[in-house]
T-cell receptor, first 109, second 115 residues
Framework: GQNIDQPTEMTATEGAIVQINCTYQTSGFNGLFWYQQHAGEAPTFLSYNVLDGLEEKGRFSSFLSRSKGYSYLLLKELQMKDSASYLCAVTDSNYQLIWGAGTKLIIKP | IAGITQAPTSQILAAGRRMTLRCTQDMRHNAMYWYRQDLGLGLRLIHYSNTAGTTGKGEVPDGYSVSRANTDDFPLTLASAVPSQTSVYFC??????????????FGPGTRLTVL
C-alpha cells in the first residue's frame, strides 16, 4: 500500500529552527510537495522536490532523498505566524497526489 | 480576483438529503479535484477531472458523484447524505493534472455536517 508518515505535532520556540520529517512508501515517485495549512484555511503550496538535495526558499528549505524515501522541511527564524499544519504529499506513478496526515507545528514565544 | 471559489462555506444537512457542493475556478486550469479532510487523516481524493468532459474516481468515491460540463465548474453531489460524510471538503485545481510538477491550488473549503 501507499503510505506517508509525518509526526502528528511538534512544538518550537519563536526565533528557533525546526525540522519536520516525512517518510514515504508509494507506487512510483514523481515528486514531493510541502503545503502549509493554517487552522480553518485551505492548504497553500510551499515547495516541490523531485531531485535529491536541498531546495532553499527564504526561511523555508526542503530536502529530498529518493533512495531513503525521506524528505524534511526546515523552517528557520520561526515566527508566530508559522504556527500551522505542514502537509507532505507525494506524486505517484499515476500522477495522483498521496497526502500525509500533516504535522501541527506550535510556536511558543 | 483569480482563484477558486466554493459554496456554501458551511452547511448542516439532515441525513438522506441530497446536496451539491459548488466549485468554480477562473485560472483556466485543466484539472480539478475534490478532497475531504478529516481530523487525523490526510486529504483524501474523492473524484478528479483531468479535462472538461472527463472524470475519474479517487480513493473514496462511494456516495459522491461529479460532473465537468465546462473548464470552470466542478460540482460535487451527495445523493443521499450520511453522517460519515461529515467533513471539510476542498476543491482544488491544477494546470494539467498529468505533469509531475503540477501544483494544486485549493479553494477555501466547505464544512459539511450531516445529522
Amino acid at each position: 500500500g501507499q503510505n506517508i508518515d509525518q509526526p502528528t505535532e511538534m512544538t518550537a520556540t519563536e526565533g528557533a529552527i525546526v525540522q519536520i520529517n516525512c517518510t514515504y512508501q508509494t507506487s512510483g515517485f514523481n515528486g514531493l510537495f510541502w503545503y502549509q495549512q493554517h487552522a480553518g484555511e485551505a492548504p497553500t503550496f510551499l515547495s516541490y522536490n523531485v531531485l535529491d538535495g536541498l531546495e532553499e526558499k527564504g526561511r523555508f528549505s526542503s530536502f529530498l532523498s529518493r533512495s531513503k524515501g525521506y524528505s524534511y522541511l526546515l523552517l528557520k527564524e520561526l515566527q508566530m505566524k508559522d504556527s500551522a499544519s505542514y502537509l507532505c504529499a507525494v506524486t505517484d506513478s499515476n500522477y495522483q497526489l498521496i497526502w500525509g496526515a500533516g504535522t501541527k507545528l506550535i510556536i511558543k514565544p | 480576483i483569480a482563484g477558486i471559489t466554493q459554496a456554501p462555506t458551511s452547511q448542516i444537512l439532515a441525513a438522506g438529503r441530497r446536496m451539491t457542493l459548488r466549485c468554480t475556478q477562473d485560472m483556466r486550469h485543466n484539472a480539478m479535484y475534490w478532497y475531504r479532510q478529516d481530523l487525523g487523516l490526510g486529504l483524501r481524493l474523492i473524484h478528479y477531472s483531468n479535462t472538461a468532459g472527463t472524470t475519474g474516481k479517487g480513493e473514496v468515491p462511494d456516495g459522491y458523484s461529479v460532473s465537468r460540463a465546462n473548464t470552470d465548474d466542478f460540482p460535487l453531489t451527495l445523493a443521499s447524505a450520511v453522517p460519515s460524510q461529515t467533513s471539510v471538503y476542498f476543491c482544488a485545481s491544477s494546470d494539467s493534472g498529468t505533469g509531475p510538477t503540477d501544483t494544486q491550488y485549493f479553494g477555501p473549503g466547505t464544512r459539511l455536517t450531516v445529522l
